[in-house]
């Protein structure tokens, strides 16, 4: 101690979990003494949180190792600066003046901070900030305890946004289930018209038409079904140009006539090893990303060609491989961004919008898809002209694609089929499509009714189909009774891309097949082929 002076600890301030001792000297007179210098330096570094001292005048005094390693900043840096060098400009001025109000009259602050890393990184903390009074009462700094809370937020904002999805998915799932009966019907009817109808008859294109728009609405139905729901990724071939032109037939209907879309995408762009929901995913999201950066009014313009890509396009991604990529661009005349936001536009809970307008999540999952599809996104920008993002996709060799209206010869039989489904007109439907392939049919319109039937006599029957989704006995009970009867009898089991069951749940109750509605009379044909040869 200092000419032999002893200091008298009057009282002691309690901020939260931790103790610090007040006296007639400031904080920074107090620390003078090399012993309670250390003593109190080991206490701040010991704490996991971010801890941030200032003096009377709001200048920082002190911080410890966890803020510089949470802001980038070192202590140095920081000394004599006032604490808004971390301001990020995301919370109204009036935070700040409440925060300061209730501080200089002495009282403890809790709050939630959006701040910014000397990086430009945005990151979330709680904050509690409390003033420390001398033995006058009067206020000689404030000491911030501060939590990192960013991966929470960013947590939490994707439980939301999965709970609101599966929210859209089960109110969908009913909707679906009754559009698919609906395709069906229509698609089923209208591939027995075209048996009908002889060769050279204008009538055969207006068919034709008919099951090309009835594909592309049973493809739609999957798509939006699987974009609200987390379903593993299943890769299939894909020609990119092709499923992009419909993607935007899609997307024009739901886009403000104040945006004129312009497109120029190559009609044979070779073909991709995609993921459909999830490309539809991401280019649902650079697509009304442009939108609103054009604030809703300008031009959108999708390019989509083949390109080839060499090793020195690639350097720095050792994941890709030199060689022909489907390249898409999606332009957009909208307010642009600078250097810094480009470099930072894919990280996790970056958001180029409005307080409130997002969690920032959009183009992190971009870059996921990307990245999960062995390809590559690539941003061209600049503040005032615009964005251009392109997405690159590597290309695979092109399998063979039946030719539009080509006849295939579908298989025959004459096995006895017990047909059930609560959609009486998808049963007629159905039943004509496969007595004319020769089968025999019965058909009924619940479980209990086909469980009825079947019961009176198990070996009427060489096989039964059955719709899932029907009240009082879903299909794959009605299939469980069934095997309970009879071990040996094939159930194929139709369902929808919404339902709840899985391939792997079906087989496990011992379903044969598992069959996506709606009906397809080649596709259902060759199944019911295939059942009855391997059983």
């Not at 496969?434 to 029957?461: C, H, W």
């Amino acid at each position: 101690m200092a000419s032999g002076k002893r200091v008298q600890y009057k009282k002691v301030i309690r901020h939260e979990k931790y103790h610090f001792f007040e006296n007639d000297y400031s904080l920074l007179q107090m620390t003078q003494y090399s012993q309670n210098k250390a003593w109190f330096e080991a206490i701040i570094n010991s704490i996991t949180d971010s801890v941030v001292i200032v003096d009377s005048q709001r200048r920082i005094i002190m911080v410890n190792p966890a803020f510089e390693k949470l802001t980038g900043y070192s202590r140095e840096e920081v000394i004599g600066k006032n604490p808004r060098i971390l301001n990020s400009g995301k919370q109204d001025a009036g935070l700040y003046n409440e925060m300061w109000d209730k501080l200089v009259h002495g009282e403890v602050w809790r709050g939630h901070f959006v701040n910014k890393k000397k990086d430009g990184t945005l990151f979330e903390e709680d904050a509690t900030i409390s003033p420390v009074k001398n033995a006058d009462g009067k206020i000689i700094s404030y000491v911030a305890v501060k939590r990192d809370i960013t991966k929470k937020v960013l947590l939490e904002a994707q439980l939301r946004q999965a709970l609101k999805m599966e929210t859209i998915a089960t109110l969908a799932g009913g909707i679906v289930h009754e559009f698919n009966n609906i395709l069906g019907i229509i698609f089923g009817n209208a591939d027995m018209a075209l048996d009908d109808i002889p060769a050279g008859n204008p009538a055969r294109e207006n068919i034709n038409d008919l099951l090309e728009a009835s594909v592309r609405a049973r493809n739609i139905v999957k798509q939006l079904v699987d974009f609200t729901r987390q379903s593993e990724q299943e890769f299939i071939p894909l020609i990119p140009g092709a499923f992009v032109k419909e993607s935007l037939k899609f997307l024009r209907s739901i886009t403000p006539s104040t945006v004129r879309i312009v497109q120029n995408i190559c009609t044979d762009c070779g073909t991709i090893l995609a993921d459909p929901s999830k490309l539809k995913q991401l280019f649902v999201k650079l697509f009304f990303n442009a939108v609103q950066a054009m604030d809703e009014k300008g031009t959108l313009e999708v390019i989509g060609k083949i390109v080839e890509l060499e090793a020195i396009d690639i350097a720095h991604q050792p994941d890709m491989r030199p060689g022909p990529y489907f390249k898409l661009s999606v332009s957009d005349t909208g307010v642009g961004m600078d250097k810094e936001t480009q470099e930072r536009i894919f990280d996790p809970f970056c958001t180029t919008k409005e307080d409130g307008d997002g969690v920032g999540m959009g183009f992190y999952i971009v870059m996921d898809i990307v990245q999960n599809h062995s390809g590559m996104i690539t941003v061209d920008s600049e503040p005032g002209e615009g964005s251009t993002f392109h997405v690159f996709f590597p290309q695979v060799a092109q399998e063979e694609v039946q030719k539009k209206g080509e006849i295939e010869c579908l298989p025959h039989g004459n096995e006895r089929i017990l047909l059930v489904d609560d959609e009486e007109m998808l049963l007629k439907m159905g039943s004509k499509m496969l007595e004319r392939q020769g089968y025999q049919i019965t058909v009924k319109t619940s479980g209990m009714k086909a469980l009825k039937t079947f019961k009176s006599n198990p070996d009427k029957f060489d096989l039964v189909i059955t719709d899932q989704s029907m009240p009082g006995m879903a299909g794959s009970e009605l299939a469980v009774e069934l095997l309970k009867i009879r071990q040996d009898i094939p159930v194929i089991l139709c369902t929808d891309y919404s339902a709840k069951i899985s391939k792997e749940k079906a087989q496990e109750l011992g379903i044969k097949e598992f069959y996506y509605k709606p009906l397809d009379r080649v596709k259902l044909v060759k199944t019911i082929r295939k059942v009855l040869d391997e059983n």
